[in-house]
């Protein structure tokens, strides 16, 4: 039989995990990306002699790229070097605490008894608590398709005993009590769009994925581990498309029947989208369905983010700083409904500051640092007057920077760069200018979730941070093994049909 040819859109980490995995079942596969490099939300960013990561900074369960090697009978070490990122994360808050945790309890209870003895118990607790919830949300189903209101029938039960329909926020509180405390344990849904007062209990179980698969770091930066996917891609056979933008889907007796890319009509057996879920109805399909129009505008989307790259002219960090840091603001709650709900720029704020040369000394030149500080911010659906409130948000980052860590921090500066809603909204076509697509909430995952086939489209699948299991870097990668797996049924029964 001819070779069945599939085109996928993006080069996210879930549109090269695809593309990888068909090219490796055979099928004829073209990746068309519109940016001039591939990775997405992963790309790089260079600015003089610097180089900075675009989005991801953290590896976890790095087994789930490892089998993306192994179709190709390689070894994801021989490709990038991983390195283990200890501590996890470094947490602050206003009131002068600090956490500093890794994958070890034994590491983190003093800490905890220390700021909240009755919480040392709790901890443990939660620990426990969370377990099932890896077992089922992430080791049982984070790679089964939910097509089907049956399939989510089928785990309402279990779901329901689990306590899933509580948000993340009021799960642990119910094991910890300290404020701050409450803080470090609830944060992990906003590394996916998430709002941890609302973002479904199952999301617990990021804590404990970390706990036991490790947080990682690509030596070299993400752009390594981009690449050496790439590079894998090509090595099997794959076709990348870079700077060549999808216009279109193209659809034919309701099936997709391939794309339009840079006004060229490229005919495909299959289309997998790794563009965001909503942009993919919302522009590249005409036929979507007027309900599903309106499911999706109606919808609840993450926050977005606004970054500053900064390239320093130093090779001194402080010592109070590790990798991954987290610098909590004033207030947690009111200021997640800021972002969230209200859909305004607070005053305070709290912040991600990446500092990679801890782990990797490569990631600057010699003698300087590159590093990055991320604010979530409102999605483009608020009324905010955007270039005025971010050089002012910046001036208060800076200032924080200054008297807390870096005294003298801006002299440091030699170059710098700023990404925003609109970066998110033009650059890489998410609607909303979301950093993470929709919401984790429950009623917006797994089945409620822009499925990973397409309902009404035969031939049109989707990957990514918008679609089942949801965002982040193992969430996209199981995207793409849902839907190789569905791709492939699909494939064999058009053959049993002809």
């Known amino acids: 039989m001819r070779q069945k040819r599939i085109v996928v859109i993006g080069s996210g980490f879930g549109g090269l995990a695809a593309a990888v995995r068909l090219q490796a079942r055979g099928f004829q596969v073209d990746l068309f990306e519109r940016l001039p490099e591939p990775g997405g939300r992963a790309r790089t960013f260079h600015v003089g002699d610097y180089a900075f990561d675009g989005g991801p900074t953290v590896v976890t369960a790095p087994f789930l790229l490892e089998e993306l090697f192994q179709l190709n009978g390689k070894r994801l070490d021989r490709a990038v070097e991983l390195l283990p990122v200890d501590p996890f994360y470094k947490l602050f808050d206003a009131r002068g605490n600090t956490l500093s945790y890794n994958g070890d309890p034994a590491h983190v209870l003093p800490q905890v008894e220390a700021i909240h003895p009755p919480d040392a118990d709790g901890y443990l607790a939660f620990l426990r608590a969370a377990e099932p919830l890896l077992q089922k949300g992430f080791i049982e189903l984070g790679a089964e398709p939910f097509l089907r209101l049956s399939d989510m029938a089928r785990v309402a039960p279990d779901l329901a005993k689990l306590r899933a329909y509580e948000s993340v926020y009021r799960f642990v509180g119910r094991y910890i009590q300290h404020p701050f405390l409450r803080q470090c344990f609830t944060f992990h ?30 030596r070299g930066g993400m752009r390594s581990l ?78 977005s983010l606004a970054v500053w790259y900064y390239g320093l002219a130093t090779d001194q960090v402080p010592d109070a700083l590790a990798h991954h840091n987290i610098v909590f603001g004033p207030r ?3 200021l997640i409904r800021d972002i969230f709900e209200r859909k305004v720029i607070a005053d305070d704020f709290s912040l991600y ?31 905010i007057s955007w270039d005025d409130e971010l050089q002012r948000l910046e001036e208060r980052v800076l200032s924080l920077i200054e008297a807390r860590f870096w005294p003298g921090f801006r002299r440091f500066i030699e170059v710098r760069h700023r990404i925003d809603p609109f970066y998110f909204a033009h650059d890489l076509g998410t609607y ?6 929709l919401e984790p909430r429950l009623m917006q995952s797994a089945w409620f979730r822009p499925h990973n086939k397409s309902p009404f489209i035969r031939g049109l699948y989707l990957v990514g941070a918008g679609t089942h299991p949801g965002a982040g870097i193992p969430g996209v990668l199981l995207s793409a093994k849902i839907a190789e797996k569905i791709v492939v049924r699909d494939m064999e029964e058009v053959d049993r049909r002809a």
Do not use: C
Request: charged share 15%; proline share 9%; hydrophobic share 45%.
């Open 189 to 218: 849904p906003l590394f996916i769009g998430g709002n941890p007062l609302k973002a479904s209990a199952i999301y617990a179980m990021i804590h404990l994925i970390e706990q036991r698969w490790g947080v990682w770091y690509p």
């Open 226 to 303: 981009v690449d050496a996917l790439a590079a894998l891609f090509g090595d099997l056979g794959g076709r990348l498309h870079l700077g060549t933008p999808v216009d279109r889907i193209l659809v034919s007796g309701g099936r997709a029947a391939g794309v339009v890319a840079a006004g060229e009509r490229i005919p495909a057996d299959a289309v997998v989208s790794n563009a965001d879920a909503a942009t993919t109805y919302l522009k590249l399909v005409e036929q979507t369905p007027p309900r599903v129009r309106r499911h999706l505008t109606r919808s609840h989307y993450s926050m």
């Open 332 to 334: 947690y709650e009111d």
């Open 353 to 383: 500051l990446h500092v990679p040369s801890r782990t990797d000394p490569s990631a600057a030149p010699p003698g300087k640092q590159a590093l990055y500080v991320l604010v979530p911010v409102p999605n483009l659906a608020s009324t």
């Open 432 to 437: 909303l200018g979301t950093g993470f697509s």
